[in-house]
């Protein structure tokens, strides 16, 4: 028993070590977390650093969410833009009002005003971790469900100042300054 033991550990020890496979790149790993969870990846706006993403709508539609690794605050964002823009709207005040009643009752993130003035959801996750596909799912699933809830009544309030449905400015996502509220 002894010397077939001592012979199992120099095999074991005269085997090249296994490669530790290689860390996943911030694309490759949310595109892997978006594959499971059914969204569909716009390549065409993506980058190494900021991935755009469609989640469909139980109406037909598609909500789009922007997944920004912004390496200089550590921080992975999730960012949903399309609600509208206060730009011209004649009841600002109360569009502000309903955003942060809404803040106050949902469950992850907040909205805002970036400096062009359109709205914007938004959760920050701290990037020094790897988050995991339960965290993303319910991260992604939360945010997307606020924003089909909330939307028609950001809509409403806004009138007829904020419908025009241009797609979202991937590029926005992360670099907003947001407005106080």
Same mark, same amino acid.
């Given at each position: 028993?002894?010397?077939?033991?001592?012979?199992?550990?120099?095999?074991?020890?005269?085997?090249?070590?296994?490669?530790?496979?290689?860390?996943?790149?911030?694309?490759?790993?949310?595109?892997?977390?978006?594959?499971?969870?059914?969204?569909?990846?716009?390549?065409?706006?993506?980058?190494?650093?900021?991935?755009?993403?469609?989640?469909?709508?139980?109406?037909?539609?598609?909500?789009?969410?922007?997944?920004?690794?912004?390496? /200089? *605050?550590? #921080?992975? @964002?999730?960012?949903?833009?399309?609600?509208?823009?206060?730009?011209?709207? !004649?009841?600002? =005040?109360?569009?502000?009002?309903?955003?942060?009643?809404?803040?106050?009752?949902?469950?992850?993130?907040?909205?805002?005003?970036?400096?062009?003035?359109?709205?914007?959801?938004?959760?920050?996750?701290?990037?020094?971790?790897?988050?995991?596909?339960?965290?993303?799912?319910?991260?992604?699933?939360?945010?997307?469900?606020?924003?089909?809830?909330?939307?028609?009544?950001? /809509? *409403?309030? #806004?009138? @007829?100042?904020?419908?025009?449905?241009?797609?979202?400015?991937?590029?926005? !996502?992360?670099? =907003?300054?947001?407005?106080?509220?």
């Amino acid at each position: 028993w002894a010397s077939a033991f001592a012979q199992q550990t120099a095999q074991e020890q005269t085997q090249p070590p296994k490669a530790r496979p290689r860390p996943l790149t911030f694309a490759e790993r949310m595109k892997q977390y978006l594959a499971r969870t059914g969204a569909t990846i716009d390549e065409s706006k993506s980058t190494s650093d900021m991935i755009v993403s469609n989640a469909a709508d139980a109406k037909g539609g598609k909500i789009t969410v922007v997944l920004v690794n912004d390496r /200089r *605050r550590n #921080l992975l @964002g999730f960012y949903i833009y399309n609600f509208g823009s206060v730009k011209n709207a !004649a009841n600002k =005040e109360e569009v502000y009002k309903y955003l942060l009643e809404a803040n106050d009752a949902i469950t992850i993130g907040s909205f805002f005003v970036d400096p062009d003035e359109d709205i914007g959801y938004k959760y920050l996750v701290n990037g020094a971790q790897t988050m995991s596909q339960a965290a993303f799912e319910s991260t992604y699933f939360t945010m997307t469900s606020v924003a089909r809830e909330r939307k028609p009544a950001i /809509r *409403r309030l #806004l009138g @007829g100042s904020g419908r025009e449905d241009k797609p979202p400015d991937a590029k926005k !996502a992360g670099q =907003e300054k947001p407005q106080l509220l």
